[in-house]
């Protein structure tokens, strides 16, 4: 049974992943994971792919192994789409140390164990594709643990490609700038001291999911989307990290 797998199917990215991967492969199964059952439904039915939904929390260890059971030896999966996450802007007393925790457990470690779990379905040519982000390049103070997430994302992921190569098995990395999604329902800006004066450019996940799906197809280790996005890479092989940080905090403004 030839599957992809897409966490954070609910929203977003995810969900654009569903959706062209949906529009553009025959598989037998796509499986829909994240924690809001009625939108995974709601998206399954759209689907011309059959689709397994399977409402998990990935902050919730026994998530992993109800994942784990669904899968046997005729399973193979084409693609693994790790695209939940969360990102809260604030210093480092801003937010709370359990937010922190959570952050770093759904963006790190729930990425990490899907993985773990997927590898020994996947073949040659299988595709496994991790959400990072403009933030990878860099430290982001006041953006700082959710940056710092992303930049564990980025070195694992290449680690990883490095590993699987001998087994033909894609590695690529996303990065886009800003895109328009719930994501800014969650990050929290506007109770904090810095948030970033504007979110711009702002893209869409339409084209961001295009672009990252040539990519990953091609096996790039680096799927980046955006013009602003681009020129971060440059500027991040090029200049001190302490000139980067000067540059992101002359973004941002001062809310109290
Ligand atoms: N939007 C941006 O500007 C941007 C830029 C660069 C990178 N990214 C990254 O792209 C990825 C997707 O974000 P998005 O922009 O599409 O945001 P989004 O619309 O908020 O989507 C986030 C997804 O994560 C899922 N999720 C959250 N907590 C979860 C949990 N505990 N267990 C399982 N799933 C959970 C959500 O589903 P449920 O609520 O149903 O669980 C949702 O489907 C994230 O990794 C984000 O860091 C976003």
Redesign the pocket.
Same mark, same amino acid.
């Given at each position: 049974m030839r599957i992809a797998v897409i966490? /954070?199917?609910?929203? /977003? +990215?995810?969900?654009e992943f569903v959706k062209q991967i949906d529009a553009s492969e025959k598989l037998d199964e796509i499986w829909l +994971?994240?924690?809001?059952e009625d &939108?995974l439904n709601q998206l399954a039915a759209e689907l011309k792919n059959k689709a397994r939904v399977i409402a998990?929390?990935?902050?919730d260890s026994h998530s992993f192994e109800v994942y784990k059971e669904q899968l046997n030896d005729n399973t193979e999966v084409r693609y693994l789409v790790n695209?939940? %996450? *969360? /990102?809260y802007m604030g210093d480092w007393s801003e937010i709370s140390n359990e937010d922190q925790m959570r952050m770093i457990d759904?963006?790190v470690k729930?990425l990490v164990s899907m993985t773990n779990i997927t590898i020994p379905y996947m073949k040659k040519g299988s595709m496994i594709i991790h959400? %990072?982000? %403009?933030s990878v390049f860099n430290p982001l103070p006041y953006f700082n643990i959710y940056a710092s997430t &992303?930049s564990f994302v980025r070195h694992y992921s290449r680690g990883l490609r490095e590993e699987l190569k001998s087994l033909g098995i894609h590695v690529t990395l996303i990065c =886009? /700038?800003?895109?328009r999604?719930? *994501?800014f329902?969650?990050t929290n800006s506007s109770n904090v001291r810095y948030s970033p004066k504007k979110y711009t450019p702002m893209t869409e =996940?339409h084209d961001v999911v295009r672009v990252a799906l040539k990519h990953a197809k091609r096996n790039k280790p680096l799927s980046i989307y955006g013009w602003f996005t681009k020129l971060q890479h440059v500027l991040g092989k090029l200049l001190p990290h302490s000139l980067i940080m000067c540059m992101w905090k002359g973004m941002l403004k001062e809310n109290k």
């Open positions: 966490t /954070g199917a609910s929203s /977003g +990215i995810g969900r +994971i994240s924690r809001r &939108k998990l929390d990935l902050l695209a939940s %996450g *969360f /990102g759904l963006n729930a959400m %990072g982000s %403009g &992303k =886009p /700038g800003w895109v999604t719930e *994501f329902d969650h =996940p």
